[in-house]
């Protein structure tokens, strides 16, 4: 997708009250881009923001978890930063739940990219491990996390691509509690990947809001 990256909007009191008062929130622009900013703060539009609505929702954040926004941002583009903050909850999620799967999975692509010699080789050396990218995305999606954002969008575009290295397909099953639109894709690990490394290169160039 080439659309342009949607300016963040204004969050008014009425409607983090609501955010604070119903767990399945409804997709909201205004929410959307106003929460991704609470916890990740980028953008040229971030200082234009209310600094009290974003320490509402951090605080909504800190005592009920990020679900109570994440699905806020399901259908938001995968070039906007509420957009990649939902695929990153979405591996951070099932890393978190399917840890045995995705070490197995790890280890199957890291076995296969052994047999390629020296630059299969480089390639695990590169790749970080999947307990790492989870530490990172608790961190973000905490409001908590201090190091470059771009550089979480890189590790988690290497991890998923070498995921996809032996098997494409993220979730196989409809009844999967993490089936998405995102997750039941074709190729979903590789699209993925390459839409982390697109969101990578405009979170560094600054333009990714």
């Given at each position: 997708m080439t659309k342009k990256p949607r300016r963040p909007a204004q969050l008014?009191?009425?409607?983090i009250e609501a955010i604070e008062g119903e767990a399945d929130v409804a997709y909201?622009?205004?929410?959307?881009?106003?929460?991704?900013q609470a916890l990740v703060p980028m953008g040229r539009h971030h200082s234009g923001e209310d600094p009290e609505t974003f320490k509402r929702i951090l605080a909504l954040v800190d005592e009920e978890g990020v679900d109570v926004i994440a699905e806020s941002w399901i259908r938001s583009p995968e070039n906007t930063l509420p957009g990649i903050l939902w695929r990153g909850?979405?591996?951070?999620?099932?890393i978190r739940r399917e840890g045995a799967e995705v070490n197995r999975r790890y280890e199957a692509s890291a076995e296969v990219l052994r047999r390629q010699g020296a630059d299969g080789e480089q390639k695990i050396a590169?790749?970080?491990k999947p307990g790492t990218v989870r530490q990172e995305w608790d961190s973000?999606?905490?409001?908590?996390?201090e190091g470059d954002f771009a550089e979480v969008l890189k590790d988690s575009a290497r991890l998923t691509d070498f995921l996809g290295e032996v098997d494409p397909v993220w979730i196989g099953t409809g009844d999967h509690p993490l089936a998405t639109d995102v997750t039941r894709r074709d190729r979903a690990m590789l699209l993925t990947s390459a839409e982390f490394r697109a969101a990578g290169k405009l979170a560094a160039d600054g333009m990714l809001e």
């Open positions: 008014d009191a009425d409607q909201n622009s205004e929410l959307a881009h106003t929460s991704a909850y979405l591996l951070r999620e099932w590169m790749t970080p973000v999606l905490a409001g908590t996390y």
